[in-house]
């Protein structure tokens, strides 16, 4: 195992991260340095582990709200330290490039947004201290309690990242990350300016109800290549429904977790599916287009510029029944992968978590109050050095 060393003024951070569809822990090495205010990210080494399938099914569980002891919660915790942690270790040991710091987003497993009465409440597991231990390297870990603490939805945070990294003085311009739930910023042509402020915030549902689907009527993980979706015929009045519900019409900043778009709400929809007679496939390709129509009319009804162009991340990105819909449906935008821009898609997030770490080991805020409500900017991450061996 080699070790090359970062170039000077340069931070090379391991960010980790997994979203809703635990899916798996994403794992990115970047060297993150800045000139001229200007931050720059070159991603060294990238990949994605799978969750062992047993934690995943403990983790899901959790997610979706079933009662746990606050015992299994703390094991639960540690557990997913150590598989970041060990994640962490593979992608050091395969890339042969060793980190300064990691920087982790750890597992949401519950999420409540802030109300009139109190402040939001977030939880992510696998906590900073086991992960350093584990990996050996000095992490920043729990991003979401700074904004949480000052009022914040303690989400979306990436935005501001997307900002630092995408802002174009030509264009209006929208990353669209599809996850489990799908989440964009808006970043108008000159967020500088008056008037012009960054915006950030949760469409609705990702491929959450796509995966939910195929694996209850098909008995596969996803929808790999949007296949299953091709086939089938999209019921769109049903969509225009759906499109009534709360949480597509009420006006951001708001956040979804699986507690909105998991299981409950995706036995709702297919319940009122079956009743139309829609076949399993259309099933499939009926949620897909919903999926595409919260985004496109979350543009319509919330952003004061319709982008030129989107950028989109995430794994939706690997879904060409998915992304056909969005050109269609994004039109005249410009609709393209962050891959133009040298970010593989599936690990922008991991990503930003990287360059949110760097933004706190140099003290500087990472929130933006106009993307999650927050009463100010905040420090965002705990640091944890790991112990020395006795
Ligand atoms: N080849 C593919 N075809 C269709 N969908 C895919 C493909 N690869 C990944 N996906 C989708 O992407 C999801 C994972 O996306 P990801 O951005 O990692 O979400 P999260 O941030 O919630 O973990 C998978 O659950 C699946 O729905
Ligand atoms: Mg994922």
């Not at 060294?44 to 399938?53: N, S």
């Not at 099914?57 to 606050?70: D, F, K, V």
């Not at 708001?254 to 599916?273: I, Q």
Request: aromatic share 8%; proline share 7%.
């Amino acid at each position: 195992m080699g070790r090359s060393l970062s170039p000077v003024g340069s931070i090379r951070i391991l960010g980790l991260m997994s979203g809703t569809s635990l899916d798996g822990i994403d794992g990115a090495i970047a060297d993150i340095e800045e000139s001229a205010g200007q931050i720059a990210v070159h991603c060294l080494a990238a990949k994605t582990y799978g969750y062992e399938p047993n934690l995943r099914r403990r983790l899901l569980a959790l997610a979706e709200g079933m009662p746990h002891s606050m015992a299994e919660i703390a094991e639960l915790d540690d557990a997913v330290a150590i598989a970041f942690g060990r994640v962490a270790r593979q992608l050091i040991e395969e890339s042969g490039i060793q980190p300064d710091w990691l920087a982790s987003h750890g597992q949401t497993v519950y999420h409540r947004p802030p109300d009139q009465q109190s402040f939001g409440y977030s939880v992510q597991l696998g906590r900073g201290v086991v992960l350093a231990q584990v990996a050996q390297v000095p992490t920043v870990s729990n991003f979401r309690r700074g904004d949480l603490e000052v009022g914040g939805q303690g989400a979306p945070l990436v935005p501001s990242v997307d900002a630092l990294l995408f802002a174009e003085p030509t264009e209006h311009r929208v990353c669209q990350n599809i996850g489990g739930i799908s989440n964009l910023t808006y970043i108008p042509n000159s967020p500088r300016r008056e008037g012009g402020y960054v915006l950030g915030f949760d469409n609705g549902p990702g491929n959450m109800l796509i995966d939910l689907a195929v694996q209850h009527l098909f008995q596969q993980p996803f929808d790999r290549d949007g296949a299953i979706a091709r086939l089938g015929t999209v019921d769109r009045e049903l969509i225009q429904q759906w499109l009534q519900q709360p949480f597509f019409i009420q006006a951001p900043p708001k956040s979804a977790g699986r507690e909105t778009f998991g299981k409950g709400y995706f036995f709702d929809r297919l319940r009122e599916c079956q009743q139309r007679g829609l076949t399993p496939a259309d099933v499939v390709a009926t949620l897909t287009e919903l999926t595409v129509w919260a985004i496109a009319d979350s543009y319509k009804q919330f952003l004061p510029n319709y982008p030129d162009r989107v950028l989109v991340s995430g794994g939706g990105c690997h879904n060409p029944t998915l992304m056909a819909a969005l050109s269609v449906a994004l039109s005249p935008a410009r609709v393209d992968s962050t891959t133009i821009f040298g970010v593989a898609p599936q690990f922008k997030e991991a990503i930003a978590f990287a360059v949110l770490g760097y933004l706190r080991l140099h003290q500087r805020c990472g929130n933006l109050p106009s993307v999650t409500g927050a009463r100010r900017a905040a420090l965002l991450g705990e640091i944890h050095h790991p112990l020395l061996p006795v």
